[in-house]
């Protein structure tokens, strides 16, 4: 059960990955290194900076997304109440109405909806917390957002119904947190939580569910006509469950929340 909450925890399992998480080829194959913090530092207030979660990548593969790196941590200046210089600003907000005609200021939905960016870190922790990554290409997978997401017809914004597997997803997480059953990484001060465990599907595949928060990000879909929403997703790795991973608890018990989708809602 791995469970790495200590910056002597975060180090050590550094030191032993020994290849890119980002195309899952050597760090000695001659090409250039560098860092990459997972999520990147500008999301993080300079007080959380201690315990951060940092893989060596090639430096090709690491600067591959740092335009979008910055303009999210641009829309993390909403969650620490802080503006922006207009003249630094690359979010592109628009004043966009919902169905009721009310005005919210918004991202474009290639910014807001992040869903690379969070694939990213999850590949990230994946690789961290079991000394291995997996090819982007050859994994299925699938991650629902921590806000709503939607579509815009005549500049209007159709919101979409959450899929029945965010709150499954979402159910799973809470009860094996509550079991004690789960592989965690905590970084970033506290303020970055990824927690995951393993199960077998249907068709008999071990599958992965996962979670993840930074900060309270869920505040993220606020003042929206929909549901608050937490990260979660789910991949399938063809060689099946790692060695050191969790299994899922078979004990079934209620964990309901006023918060179905968000997996870090509290039980009551």
Not at 30 to 37: E, K
Not at 111 to 126: K, Q
Not at 134 to 158: A, C, M, W, Y
Not at 257 to 262: A, V
């Amino acid at each position: 059960m791995p469970s790495l909450t200590t910056e002597h925890d975060l180090q050590r399992a550094r030191r032993h990955l020994r290849i890119c998480y980002l195309c899952s080829r050597p760090l000695n194959d001659g090409r250039d290194t560098n860092r990459d913090h997972a999520p990147p530092r500008s999301l993080f207030l300079a007080e959380d900076h201690r315990s951060p979660l940092i893989l060596e990548t090639h430096k090709v593969c690491n600067q591959a997304r740092s335009d979008r790196d910055e303009i999210v941590g641009q829309l993390f200046h909403f969650l620490h109440g802080r503006s922006l210089d207009v003249s630094r600003d690359r979010r592109g907000l628009e004043a966009i109405p919902d169905a009721h005609g009310q005005l919210h200021t918004v991202l474009p939905a290639r910014h807001l909806f992040f869903s690379g960016e969070i694939d990213r870190w999850m590949r990230a922790c994946h690789a961290t917390l079991y000394g291995k990554p997996f090819s982007s290409q050859s994994v299925k997978r699938n991650l629902h957002p921590p806000l709503p997401t939607g579509r815009l017809e005549d500049r209007r914004i159709i919101f979409e119904a959450a899929l029945p597997q965010h709150a499954k997803f979402a159910e799973v997480i809470r009860r094996n947190r509550l079991s004690g059953n789960l592989d965690r990484i905590e970084a970033w001060n506290g303020r970055f939580i990824y927690e995951c465990v393993w199960v077998v599907s249907d068709d008999g595949r071990w599958l992965c569910m996962w979670a993840m928060r930074v900060y309270d990000w869920e505040r993220l879909g606020e003042g929206w006509p929909t549901e608050r929403r937490g990260c979660t997703g789910f991949y399938w790795l063809p060689e099946g469950r790692p060695r050191e991973a969790t299994v899922g608890t078979a004990l079934q018990f209620p964990v309901s929340s006023s918060h179905p989708l968000d997996p870090f809602a509290v039980v009551p």
